[in-house]
């Protein structure tokens, strides 16, 4: 095979595992994007990563939704009531430029506070 041909292989299979990511997101019915979208925008995507830009003005509940496992970079200071299924809620205080961890999970959030929630998620596909 080619140079030419490798390449032309390869560029052929992101694209492939981009669309079929995509697919995914799209179908799945407790998708952020899907269910909460003026609050949920997409920054940036390929076959690997999701970046989700998140503005939850206070006083704002966000239907259901499910998040992969990933980051979440906090650019606002704020507090969020989050409940995740089969938990009782929890308030959380969020400061500006903190980084958090977090499993894949199926939760609601509320902006308890004063001051708009702006985050920054990034969900991993793998």
Do not use: C
């Not at 409940?83 to 903190?98: E, F, H, L, S, Y």
């Not at 506070?113 to 998620?121: A, F, L, P, Q, S």
Request: charged fraction near 25%; glycine fraction near 4%.
């Amino acid at each position: 095979m080619t140079r030419k041909s490798l390449l032309a292989a390869a560029a052929l299979i992101a694209v492939a595992a981009t669309a079929v990511a995509r697919t995914q997101s799209a179908d799945d019915a407790l998708d952020p994007v899907r269910v909460a979208p003026d609050t949920h925008k997409i920054a940036f995507e390929n076959a690997f990563v999701r970046v989700l830009e998140v503005h939850i003005p206070p006083g704002k509940t966000e239907p259901r939704h499910r998040h992969p496992h990933g980051l979440s970079v906090y650019l606002t200071d704020w507090e969020a009531r989050v409940t995740v299924d089969g938990r009782a809620p929890q308030v959380n205080q969020r400061k500006t430029g903190t980084v958090a961890w977090s499993d894949a999970t199926i939760h609601t959030v509320e902006n308890v506070g004063k001051t708009e929630g702006r985050v920054m998620r990034i969900e991993l596909k793998h």
